[in-house]
Every structure is written in structure tokens, then in C-alpha cells.
């Protein structure tokens, strides 16, 4: 669960392109919404049923022109520092290289397993060539070209067979007690969040370490309100290096999602939502788990009437269509308004994430919206659909049996996932229906 491999190498060795093929099957976690190209560097890439997230450092060297070698090499070691498995992309046309061997001897020095994928190695020439890179140290080269997508399959097999194995009586009761985590972009109040939910009454919070080194559960039992805390933030203290930040947030950001059932969005009310909002909203979706947001910082926007408050809210929620059932809640953390708030209305939407509905419930309703409202013909074809159910998945998905499933519309989806939403409260949960051949 939450398994980071970090692809690193220096310039031009061909990471986006890898990293491209690996996540490209899955489209990047972050949709091209507006924002730099820098906000595609990470996704989630599945391989014989095992799923992971892949970073791309090559996004995070440096803002100037001119690439520093220092810079790079900090990049290694936050990667290494951060992820559990590392790809080490080297180029087999210009050989071993200076920054090659510094990155190695950085490598060599740590335990994390490291895969040494040699580039754009596409004949039998260049695969001799690929020998020189065992004096690297680090074991045997996988050669691939990452334009063709050669070898790439024996890469994912070496990363696979070295992600700890999964278990699920772990999993079980793990998933009893609600998870929850706060996130958002730095200087929202997330750590003022934290710590004015734990910061008085210490005894009752009992920091236990997480499934991953990473993120740690802080059990919270007071006010009738049962969860698990999952902190990301704060663990070890970081030199200020600015080009890092973003990419060290970025990590610990999936991390602490992936460790969730429903993550607390934080804004700040001066500044809306940006494109760094939308990326971390983007990756809370794709990873189907449960979104608040919270609007800190409230007591700073001059005279707040409740219309002030609900046209923010319908601007917000214009920014996250087409998915914007998501609660909304006005806090200031440090005037501790409304916290609690946020709280429940987070494990409401825990429960939520949970909910089920009987076959024949759902048909009864769905049914007759269909054939008053059927999808479109097309091409002189009527579209029929037989009956509905709700799959049997950790997370709210809905399998609609149907004689034309590849002409069944998005806006037809968006149509059925609305009504859906009107009759059952899935308010905050991400939804997936699926049309299938019947």
C-alpha cells in the first residue's frame, strides 16, 4: 500500500519518456489542468496486479537554464530518502558520465532496491555496449528503450518482485478504524489543524507508527469520534531548499493519501483554489477516497454573510466540476471555529465511501429514470439497458448491463451518477459506473 518508486538519472537520459510509458496505460494521476508541466510528474502504474506510484525527479532539477550538478544529486537524495524503490536511468550513447558515477556511489551507499535501467539500448551493438555499466555496482543493467518500450516489461517485473508483500489479514484490520489526513499546499494551517485537534489533551493521543515508515497514525478517541490521524508532515526537519519543497510536498502528499479513506483539503480563503489545489483534488479522486475541503483562514475575509459563504462555495465547486459533490466547511483554525466541523463532516463521508445498495433497491429506482430518460440513439441503434448493481468494491462502483456499451455516452454517465447522487448520499465519494455487454 502507498509504494513510491522514484526514476532518477541526470538530464536527458530519457526519465519522462519512461516515465510517460509507465503511467501513460493510466494517464498521469494529475489531468492536464492548467499549471506547469512540472505538475505531471507522478501516477500510479499497475503491473501484474500490483499497483505503485511512479515520480519523475526529471520535472524537479532545477528553475535556471543552467542544470547544477549539486542540484541533481539532492534531487537523488530526497528520491532516496523518500521512495521505497529507485530506478536508476543511465544512457547507453554517451556511456558512463561523471554525474553517472556520483549518482551511483550515492546509491550504492543506501539499502533501498535499485534497478539500473540502461537507455535507449534498441540493437545487439549498443546491447554490448550496455556491459560497461556492471562497474557501476549495481548489479546487473536491464537494458530498454524507453522510445519503443523494450525491456520495459523486465524492469516492472524487477520492481514488482521487490515491493513488500501485500497482506490481507493487515489490511482487514486496518480498514475498522476510519483513516483520515489533512492536506494541501504549504501554509494553509494543516500543521495548526493537527495540533489544535491534538495539541491539548496529549494523553489521549497515542501516536502509533503507520503500515508505511512513512506516515504515522495518531489514534483520536474523544468527543465520540473514533479515527485514525494519518500524518505525513513534520517527521524530520528539511534544510529550506525551495526547488526541493514542491517535490519533497509532492511525495508526502500521495503517500498520505494513498494511507487514507478520506483525505481534509485545505485552502486558504485569500487565495481560492490554484492548480496545485486542483492537482492534490485530482490525485484524492483518482485514488477513490473521501474529500472534504476546508476553507481555513475564514475570519480574515471582510464582512462574512452567509450568501459570502455560499457563493464561494459555488465557486469552488464550479473549479472541481464535473465531480463537485464535495462538502465544503469554513473554518479558522486559530480561532478554533468550526473544527469539529470539518471532523465529522470527514467521517461522514468515511461512512459514505462505505455505503451499500441492494440490487433490486437500485433497479427499482434507476429503471424507470431510464426509460423515461434512455441514452441517445446512435447511428440508428437504441441503446437498452437491462439492470444495474452495485459492485462488490471497497469503494462505490456501479456496473450498468447494456446491449451497446461503447456508445453509451460520458454526459450519460455524468446523467446516471447525478441521480444516483440525489437519491443516496455519497456526498464527498469519488464514483465509477461501468457499462457492460449483456
Known amino acids: 500500500m502507498g509504494n513510491i518508486v522514484a526514476i532518477v538519472g541526470r538530464p ?5 519518456t519512461l516515465f510517460n510509458r509507465l503511467v501513460g496505460m493510466r494517464q498521469a494521476i494529475v489531468d492536464a489542468t492548467e499549471g506547469t508541466t512540472r505538475d505531471r510528474h507522478y501516477g500510479t502504474t499497475d503491473w501484474n496486479g500490483r499497483e505503485f506510484t511512479v515520480i519523475d525527479t526529471g520535472g524537479f532539477t532545477v528553475n535556471s537554464e543552467d542544470i547544477f550538478e549539486q542540484a541533481i544529486c539532492r534531487q537523488v537524495q530526497l528520491a532516496i530518502e523518500e521512495a521505497d524503490e529507485l530506478i536508476f536511468m543511465v544512457d547507453v550513447e554517451t556511456g558512463i558520465t561523471d554525474l553517472d558515477l556520483t549518482m551511483a556511489e550515492l546509491l550504492r551507499k543506501q539499502s533501498k532496491p535499485v534497478h539500473l535501467a540502461v537507455n535507449k539500448v534498441d540493437n545487439s551493438m549498443r546491447q554490448t555496449d550496455s556491459y560497461e555499466f556492471y562497474s557501476l555496482g549495481l548489479g546487473d543493467p536491464i537494458t530498454i528503450s524507453s522510445m519503443t518500450g523494450s525491456g520495459t516489461g523486465e524492469l516492472l517485473d524487477a520492481v514488482v518482485a521487490s515491493l513488500p508483500p501485500e497482506t490481507p489479514e493487515e489490511k482487514e484490520e486496518e480498514e475498522k478504524i476510519p483513516k483520515i489526513t489533512i492536506v494541501g499546499r504549504p501554509n494553509v494551517g494543516k500543521s495548526s489543524l493537527t495540533n489544535a485537534l491534538l ?21 483520536y478517541n474523544k468527543f465520540g469520534m473514533e479515527f485514525n490521524l494519518v500524518d505525513t508532515a513534520g517527521l524530520r526537519k528539511k534544510q529550506k531548499v525551495t526547488d526541493d519543497l514542491e517535490f519533497y510536498s509532492v511525495m508526502r502528499t500521495i503517500r498520505a493519501i494513498e494511507e487514507c479513506d478520506t483525505a481534509i483539503l485545505m485552502l486558504d480563503a485569500a487565495q ?8 492534490i ?21 471582510p464582512d462574512k454573510q452567509s450568501n459570502t459563504m455560499k457563493e464561494y462555495a459555488a465557486q469552488i465547486r464550479g473549479k472541481l466540476a464535473p465531480f463537485n459533490d464535495v462538502p465544503i466547511v469554513f473554518t479558522s483554525v486559530t480561532e478554533k471555529q468550526r473544527i469539529f466541523d470539518a471532523l465529522k463532516m470527514a467521517l461522514h463521508v468515511c461512512d459514505n465511501r462505505k455505503r451499500r445498495i441492494p440490487t433490486s433497491e437500485l433497479n427499482d429506482f434507476i429503471l424507470p429514470i431510464i426509460e423515461q430518460t434512455p441514452p441517445p440513439a446512435i447511428k440508428g441503434k437504441y441503446i437498452r439497458i437491462k439492470y444495474a448493481m452495485m459492485l462488490p468494491t471497497p469503494t462505490p462502483q456501479f456496473a450498468f448491463f447494456v446491449n451497446l456499451p461503447q456508445y453509451v ?23 465509477q459506473i461501468y457499462f457492460r455487454q449483456k
Not at 536527458?12 to 519522462?16: D, I, L, Q, R
Not at 483534488?281 to 475575509?301: E, P, Q, S, Y
Not at 454517465?413 to 469519488?430: A, C, K, Q
Request: with cysteine.
Open 12 to 16: 536527458n537520459v530519457g526519465k519522462s
Open 199 to 219: 495539541g491539548e489533551e496529549r494523553n489521549i493521543v497515542t501516536p502509533i507508527a503507520g503500515t508505511t515508515r512513512d506516515a504515522i497514525h495518531t489514534y
Open 272 to 279: 481560492g483554489v490554484d492548480a496545485q489545489d486542483m492537482n
Open 281 to 301: 483534488f485530482h490525485l484524492i479522486v483518482k485514488n477513490r477516497k473521501g474529500c472534504v475541503i476546508v476553507v481555513n483562514k475564514w475570519d480574515t475575509i
Open 409 to 431: 455516452k460520458d454526459h450519460y454517465r455524468r446523467f446516471l451518477e447525478n441521480r444516483i447522487r440525489e437519491e443516496w448520499d455519497f456526498s464527498g465519494v469519488p464514483m
